[in-house]
Every structure is written in structure tokens, then in C-alpha cells.
């Protein structure tokens, strides 16, 4: 943080990927989660994804649980403020250089570096989902990173059940604590099914 060529090439790697994320439209999965949580049906949606594209479909905020945070916000790694990236990211494509916040932090896109720790009030909340949940889902996940694929495990060790729908392996697929296994699209195998059970 202390290097500001580094801090150059931070922000140059992000501005590459800016205008994606900017323009990224949520897909029928990220609807399908909105439709049950409006139902009633969510408890939590604890995501690895960091392109905001839960919250661009409707998911609330008090159901929405980023582990690696998000590419739709800036947060100053001094006081955490967060903010919109697109100021900031115009500021920087102008002047070539890094934003900094109104505090004197260093800004940066509120994801979590290589490196940085996992915030733990962000583990606590998907923890806490993972005990109340009734069900767990894992959609379109390998589950080869941790922590967050210990959190469906942990619901399934409770009894609760557990399904895996992803196309290719995962590393829970020998686990017996997954309860069904659908393999295939995600977004060809979960839509209709919540369009089914929400009928």
C-alpha cells in the first residue's frame, strides 16, 4: 500500500475489468435467489462472487453476505467508507492516480486482496446464517475454497440437507453429508425449479 507504482498497478488492473463490471447484468440464477427471497424463502445468500450482481438483481443487503466484498463499491482501507468506484475510477484514467479518500486512506475496490484478511464480521454473519438455515443450496461452486465452502458443510453437519448443483466435480461431491447431487448448468437446472416450487 505504501508503493504508489504499486498502487498504480493495482488500479490499472481494476480499470481493466471496470467497464465490465459496470455494464455485467445479473443472470437468471442471481433472479431465481431474488424470487425465493421475496417468497419468504432465504436466509442468507452467502456469496465468493465479487461482481455484484446479487445486489444488481434485488437481493437485500440484510440477506446478502459478500465474503470477498465487491467490485460495484471503493472502500478506503483507513476509515472504510465506502463509496460509488466510478468517480474515482475517472479520476484515476485522468490523472493516473490512485484515488485517495477525503480522510487521507489509501482507496481501493472494496474486494479482499492477496493477502488480506477475511472481515470477520462478514464470517460471523455467514456462520450465524449457517446455523439457523433449514437447507442449504451451493450453486455453481467447485467448493475448493475456504472458508466459505466450510459453511454448507457446517449446516449439513447440523442434519440439515444439503445440495450440490454444479456442472463438473466439486470437492464435496464424496462427502456424505451432501444429500443430492445435480449435475449440470446452474442456470438451466435452477430457475425452473424455483419457478416450480414457487407455482
Known amino acids: 500500500m505504501t508503493s504508489e507504482a504499486a498502487r498504480i498497478e493495482h488500479w490499472d488492473f481494476k480499470l481493466e475489468g471496470w467497464d465490465g463490471y459496470r455494464t455485467a447484468e445479473p443472470n437468471p440464477v442471481h433472479r431465481a435467489i431474488v424470487a425465493l427471497e421475496k417468497a419468504g424463502k432465504v436466509l442468507a445468500v452467502v456469496t465468493q462472487n ?7 438483481a434485488g437481493t437485500s443487503a440484510e440477506r446478502l453476505v459478500e465474503l470477498h466484498g465487491t467490485n460495484l463499491l471503493v472502500e478506503c482501507v483507513a476509515c472504510e467508507r465506502r463509496s460509488d468506484p466510478a468517480p474515482h475510477f475517472e479520476f484515476f484514467r485522468a490523472h493516473r492516480k490512485p484515488p485517495i479518500c477525503e480522510c487521507g486512506g489509501f482507496l481501493k475496490p472494496a474486494t479482499i486482496s492477496f493477502g488480506q484478511s477475511l472481515k470477520p464480521q462478514t464470517l460471523e454473519r455467514a456462520e450465524a446464517a449457517t446455523m439457523q ?4 443450496v451451493a450453486l455453481g461452486s467447485t467448493l475448493s475454497v475456504y472458508p466459505a465452502a466450510s459453511f454448507p458443510l457446517l449446516a449439513a453437519q447440523r442434519g440439515v440437507p444439503y445440495v450440490v448443483i454444479n456442472r463438473g466435480p466439486t470437492d464435496h461431491d464424496s462427502d456424505p453429508a451432501v444429500s443430492l447431487r445435480i ?3 446452474v442456470a438451466e437446472i435452477f430457475p425452473p425449479a424455483v419457478k416450480a416450487a414457487l407455482a
Open 133 to 136: 438455515a433449514d437447507l442449504v
Open 50 to 56: 465479487i461482481d455484484g450482481l446479487h445486489t444488481r
Open 183 to 185: 449435475e449440470g448448468d
